[in-house]
């Protein structure tokens, strides 16, 4: 099997014990210790992609070191040229998100808040000028987004996926979406990131992340208390009707301070 079909096939398998999880089907021991070892194969995948990457920017042009195209060829050999995000659906978009966002995901994989090891391994000892730089970049990329890919569920799926994020569930405590994602879902500088033309395989894999402990942001971690109040067919229809939408023209983070968030949420303070 070549390389870059290990690789898919480790984001699929990935992808599907993520779904697992959220569905309640596996026992969280079980599901950690396959995902360790999924972690094994991605890491030496993320490696080598890395370097075939560095290889075919070669061919075309030599990589200045220190240059930011020599810094981020790791970052686009799984998140695509200029961060327009993977092939494969697991991948996600980093092109156009809020530069604080992504300098705290940087910052979250380099210190084991998230769990991902080609992540970890890409970024271990980097300084934080570094990681703010590498952000700072992505955040000014802007390139235009893919038709959405429709889920294949049924339409009351898609209509309890928009009302969960339009509207929520004051009863169980679930704040809508668009209450911390904006109306248009596209995010608020400095720091929280848009939900649209994103994958729905990374969408369940996040928030399944979230649900049980193994993706966690700074104390109070309002995305983790969000997720564990949902129930897996909640999960399943947010992820559905988010990476069902068309992304709007005018899609972007609104301006800072135009959001007041409905719980205390310690990545932005």
Known sequence: MGVSRLCRAASQVASSLAR????GQVFRSAAHATARRIAVVSGACGIVLASAA?????DKAPLEPGSMRARVAACTACHGEQ???GPDGYYPRLAGKPRDYLYHQLQNFRDGRRQYAPMAHLLRNLPDDYLRDIAAYFADQHVAYPAPVPADVGPAMLERGRVLTTAGDKGRGV???TACHGASL???????PGLLGLPRDYLLAQIGSWRSGTRRAAAPDCMAHVARQMNPEDIAAVAAWLSSQPVPATYQPEPAGTITL???CGSQE
């Open 186 to 192: 596209g995010g608020a500088a400095p720091a929280i």
């Open 175 to 177: 704040p809508a979406c």
């Open 83 to 85: 961060g327009r995000a």
């Open 54 to 58: 560095h290889a075919q920017a070669s």
């Open 262 to 264: 409905p719980v205390s």
């Open 20 to 23: 697992a999880i959220v569905a």
